[in-house]
């Protein structure tokens, strides 16, 4: 596609990247949170619910894409009211309960905006896609303004994002027309992964009632702060309890 000359291409590049930064902003806000929630966790609750975080900021050419196959006015006011998974987040943990902790935590928090929550979870998609999926808003503090923008979360467990990054691969391996007998596959494959992750609920609920009943009077107690171990003698410990 050939360029008009009259067109000022600097300018263009201007109001792109104005358009854009404050996602990238956007995902810099929420992973600190979620950084802060999982070093409370690894500090605090002696357990952490999220495993890991993935971020990425869809590609331009993406987001045309995206705009297309929706239908959606070709203009930036358009594309950032509707098109709202430009900033993406998804956090990975180990069971199915720290789906709806973490969802919750989020949620709770007051300068986030709760906008769409698609429980795929509960209520998975016809090929045994599962996956909690969160759209939020949270404010960008500019120089000159204040952004609220769009940032979809998708929390799943380990397990459950196996099974999707395999089934993504096949989709565009088989350029989205994935063959009948294996898409049976990969839907007997999300039951089995289903199971896996209901069974590891069970071991996770027995450890904690374990850990709960027996740990207080045989543990040695502990202090981790900036990656140092400090042993706290019981004494004390005592004292901060009364």
Known sequence: MEIPQNVDIKKIKTELTRFMMPY?????????????????????????????VKSRLKTPENILKKVYRKGVELSLSSIKENIRDIAGIRI????????????????????????????????????????LHLILQIPVFMSDRVDNVYVEVQIRTIA??????????????????????????LREAADAVAQ???????????????KKDNSFDNEVPELFIN????NIPKAFLYSVLE
Not at 24 to 52: G, S, W
Not at 197 to 210: G, L, V
């Open 227 to 230: 990656n140092e171990k400090f």
């Open 92 to 131: 990975i943990c180990p069971f199915i309960s720290d789906i709806y902790q973490i969802s919750d935590m989020l949620q709770n928090q007051k300068d986030i905006t709760v906008i769409e929550c698609k429980d795929y979870v509960k209520n998975p998609k016809p090929n045994g896609y599962k996956s």
């Open 160 to 185: 459950m994002d196996f099974w999707a990054s395999l089934e993504h691969k096949m989709y565009y391996k088989y350029d989205k027309e994935i063959p009948e007998q294996l898409l049976k596959e």
């Open 24 to 52: 990238k902003f956007a995902l810099d806000e929420m992973t600190t949170k979620i950084d802060i929630l999982k070093q409370e966790f690894q500090y605090i609750h002696d357990y952490n619910p999220i495993e890991h």
């Open 196 to 210: 896996l992750d209901e069974k590891m609920e069970y071991i996770h609920r027995e450890m904690r009632k374990f």
